[in-house]
């Protein structure tokens, strides 16, 4: 995915933020992040749906380290009051924060910071240079969530993968998780948006529907892809990744540009 944002992703100065509103997956992160020591990271935990995440900006070594201060007070105090049952760990957790809310009332709750070169504070709501929306979605085409079934029970497939009410709900969390992260990006700026299911519903009727619906949106060619084993998808300029012409498991790509900041929400 990082390939298909483009060179300038990771950089010695650049800093990534991660966004999920489940507590297991940013748990998972943290601990990929911490065992391959990369650094320049922060996790929050939110609905990636509707929140608005702040964005780094650079400032001077006094705010920095006010902020940097404020948030490992919030989470000494958290520790402290979740060294109990279960229950009580849990709301600490929950009331682990520096950003109870975003600008709009959303919940959104710091989880994790590496360490960070330079000085940042995180106070503002703004534009990125690059966004993944790497969406929910029905795992179909992935290989070990498919060997899953052996413990779940074949006959459980259907109602996970094929059921029109899962279907429905699912393509409404991908369009919300597309557009809501089309509104953090800057002009000029490049999301990707990826799944990996089979599903056309999920992949490009999405982008089909989005590119209708978002006129600074302009699908990008992806450069090298000549080089990759993958096919081009339904749409033109999107890519597919399959045990057929990948030898691997599904993963669709669709790579946008933003044309220029026209309605958006954020300043």
């Given at each position: 995915?990082?390939?298909?944002?483009?060179?300038?992703?990771?950089s010695?100065?650049?800093?990534?933020?991660?966004?999920?509103?489940?507590?297991?997956?940013?748990?998972?992160?943290?601990?990929?992040?911490?065992?391959?020591?990369?650094n320049?990271?922060?996790?929050?935990?939110?609905?990636?749906?509707?929140?608005?995440?702040?964005?780094?900006?650079?400032?001077?070594?006094e705010e920095?380290e006010?902020?940097?201060?404020?948030?490992?007070?919030?989470?000494?105090?958290?520790?402290?009051a979740?060294s109990g049952?279960?229950?009580?760990?849990?709301?600490?957790?929950?009331?682990?924060?520096v950003?109870?809310?975003?600008e709009?009332?959303?919940?959104?709750?710091?989880?994790?910071?590496?360490?960070?070169?330079?000085?940042?504070?995180?106070?503002?709501?703004?534009?990125?240079d690059?966004v993944?929306?790497?969406?929910?979605?029905?795992?179909?085409?992935s290989?070990?969530?498919?060997?899953?079934?052996?413990?779940?029970?074949?006959?459980?497939?259907?109602?996970?993968?094929?059921?029109?009410?899962?279907?429905?709900?699912?393509?409404?969390?991908?369009?919300?998780?597309?557009?809501?992260?089309f509104?953090?990006?800057?002009?000029?700026?490049?999301?990707v948006?990826?799944?990996?299911?089979?599903?056309?519903?999920?992949?490009?009727?999405?982008v089909?529907?989005?590119?209708h619906?978002?006129?600074?949106?302009?699908?990008?060619?992806v450069?090298?892809?000549?080089?990759?084993?993958?096919?081009?998808?339904?749409?033109?300029?999107t890519?597919?990744?399959?045990?057929?012409?990948?030898?691997s498991?599904?993963?669709?790509?669709?790579?946008?540009?933003?044309?220029?900041?026209?309605?958006?929400?954020?300043?």
């Amino acid at each position: 995915l990082g390939q298909v944002l483009g060179q300038r992703f990771r950089s010695q100065l650049s800093l990534q933020v991660g966004v999920d509103v489940s507590q297991q997956r940013l748990a998972s992160t943290r601990t990929m992040v911490r065992k391959y020591q990369q650094n320049n990271i922060r996790l929050y935990l939110s609905d990636g749906t509707k929140c608005t995440i702040p964005c780094p900006s650079t400032s001077s070594a006094e705010e920095a380290e006010s902020e940097r201060k404020e948030v490992l007070r919030a989470a000494s105090e958290a520790n402290r009051a979740g060294s109990g049952s279960k229950r009580s760990r849990k709301k600490a957790y929950q009331s682990q924060s520096v950003h109870d809310t975003d600008e709009n009332g959303h919940p959104l709750r710091y989880f994790f910071e590496s360490s960070v070169s330079g000085h940042w504070t995180w106070r503002k709501p703004g534009r990125f240079d690059r966004v993944i929306v790497d969406a929910e979605c029905t795992h179909d085409g992935s290989i070990r969530h498919i060997a899953k079934f052996e413990s779940w029970g074949w006959d459980t497939m259907e109602k996970r993968f094929l059921a029109d009410e899962r279907l429905s709900s699912l393509e409404q969390l991908q369009r919300d998780l597309l557009s809501n992260g089309f509104q953090h990006l800057k002009p000029g700026g490049t999301l990707v948006y990826s799944t990996c299911s089979f599903a056309k519903r999920q992949n490009e009727d999405i982008v089909a529907w989005f590119l209708h619906q978002e006129p600074q949106a302009k699908l990008e060619r992806v450069d090298g892809r000549e080089t990759w084993p993958c096919r081009e998808g339904h749409i033109p300029n999107t890519l597919r990744f399959d045990p057929a012409s990948s030898g691997s498991s599904g993963l669709f790509l669709a790579r946008f540009v933003r044309l220029s900041s026209s309605g958006s929400k954020l300043t």
